[in-house]
């Protein structure tokens, strides 16, 4: 059986597998995990543009909540790196 994950985004459950993993380091930089094997928290969007650019104007406005601190500068760079990803 597939493990799923909630996309902090959206909050739809899916496959572990089709989800972007953020994981934060213990500075609170995101990290881009794309075998998904960092032994670190982390957070899952959906590999679609409405989630990453949710998530992204979330970031700008102060109002993505999360139980762990995560850098802002890192967390938008990579969200940007993600949506150039998802374009191709």
Sequence with gaps: MNPTRSCVACRKKNNKKDLYRIAIDKDGKAIYDVNQKLSLRA???????TCLNNIKKCIEKNKFKSKMYIETDSFLKLIDELEIEVGE
């Design 43 to 49: 957070i899952y969007i959906c590999k679609d543009k």
